[in-house]
């Protein structure tokens, strides 16, 4: 690919012809995973023979609908060679309803977050299943243990009374004392994690499936063979002896699988604590969200402004914003004929009685009447839900906190950990690159006839590189290996990124670590290693590596 060194970034809003070869317009394009195809980020209504430059794709045409109505669709790129004169190929992309997204998928995802960390479901599910087991095998062995052939009989239990209420209690006894054990190492790595890392990486631990397994495996098995041990019976005047063999058997076998099953959480427990299986944990959780919750967002609607006659709508419950139901949302607007701006994003902090959107109407250029803004107002409180901490369901920023609040934890005057800081700038360079050339910014929810409804705040690449990169500039500025990571993070995301928004981002950062840098009494060899990693970024920003 012929290398480019002019410095100039595609203009985003010139129009390209359809069937034009679009990768010789950024230089390093080959980061991106469409190099080489023609990708559709918009069409021009009114027309099939336009596109937009762009790395993904977010609207096309609906051809059942005529050529002046977007929708909302699935990114996606046609492959089509230079000679082909096939110029309409809108009906390759499939058709969406307009303004649909990908609101079921996030409602569940945010259900399940809500169930994945917390400790106790999975336990009781174990406990409840254990003693439903514990009540019926001693009945199946009193059914079928005298019919049972000899060739099974001699793996069974065969002891009496007496031996199955030791062996029984002896398994009760050995793991509620391992449960003890496994719940306080738990403990103990939620403190460590808290207080070495940060505080906003528990919910990776409290989340962590085998933990919960665990846990469950071991009370399973206590409270398996504390119900099995009530119905053995010794030989009386008014009654015979009961030895359920079966139920005496699986209680030894549960034990075995729960002495594994220990084995296994230490080993795991052990790899949990390490810091570079956290950051790709995040990383990982991060990538998930991204991919949810900005696969569909289109780039190129007017976002509305609020008018001066616009009336606030207000939060009903305090906390950490979480998730935001887009469809019921939207469905209140287009009922109440309003236009609506949610100005706060996931992650933030609200407070009942304080504004949280703006409402408007469609049409109309005056306030809201009263009905319509009390039935926004009970629309939004039903959409929004709150809670006491971040979560990762639709907020795009919380990995990027959770990443930088371990590398600020590491340049701490406790810790001093400079090479952990470093890697884990490293997992936020790699996000940042994946950030780069997607539609961040509002997310904008139309109607069926292509009218904008709802307005939904979401960080702009700006914002998110601020988050990067301010606080790991500070806490980091007197650690010249610190300096050039954040310097390198910046070339990386230059060469990955092609917008001039995005390029106007990096070179605002780089000149505040060159200012940053030259306030610091360096030795002349650090301070010529430094002014050599910027300029390498200026040298990105321009197209050459």
Known sequence: MPADNSGSSPDLDQPVAFGERTDPVVP??????????????????????????GRTGSQALDPARGNNRFVTGIAGTLKVPLDDNQM?????????????????????????????????????????????????????????????????????????PEAARTVLSAVAGSLITVTTLTFSLTVVTLQLASSQFSPRLLRTFTRDRVVHLSLGLLLGTFTYALTVLRTVRASLSEQTAFVPQISVTVAYAFTLVSVLTLVAFLAHLSRQIRVEWIMRQVHTETNATMKRVLSDDAASLTVPAAPGYAVPLCASA????????????????????????VNRQPGESVVTGTPIAQAWPLEDRRPLPEPEREALTVSLHRALTTGFERTAVQDVAFGLRQLVDVVVK??????????????????????????????????LLCDQDGHVRVVLHRPGFAELLELAMAQPRRYGATDPVVLSRLAAM???????????????????????????????????HEKQKLRADAQRVRDALAGRW
């Open 88 to 160: 309409d190929r809108t009906n390759d992309l499939p058709p969406q309803q307009f303004g649909r997204s990908t609101v079921i998928p996030q409602r569940w995802s945010a259900l399940g977050e809500a169930w994945r960390t917390q400790l106790w479901p999975l336990p009781s599910l174990f406990v409840a299943a254990a003693v439903m087991l514990g009540v019926v095998l001693p009945r199946l062995d009193a059914h079928v243990d005298d019919e049972l052939p000899a060739s099974i009989t001699a793996y069974l239990f065969s002891g009496g």
């Open 490 to 524: 910046l070339r990386e995301i230059a060469w990955s990124s092609a917008r001039p928004a995005e390029h106007a981002a990096v070179a605002t950062q780089l000149e505040r670590l060159v200012a940053t840098v030259d306030q610091q009494a360096f030795d002349t």
């Open 318 to 341: 305090s906390g950490f914003l979480n998730f935001v139901d887009e469809k019921a949302l939207l469905s209140a607007a287009v009922d109440n004929g309003a236009i609506v701006l």
């Open 410 to 443: 590491a340049l701490s005057p406790g810790v001093n950990d400079p090479t952990t800081a470093v890697h884990g700038l490293g997992h936020v360079a790699v996000l940042m690159c994946e950030l780069a050339g997607r539609n961040l910014g509002p997310r």
């Open 28 to 53: 390093h394009q080959r980061a991106f995973p469409y190099c080489g195809e023609y990708q559709i980020l918009a069409l021009r209504a009114g027309t099939t023979t336009g596109l937009k430059r």
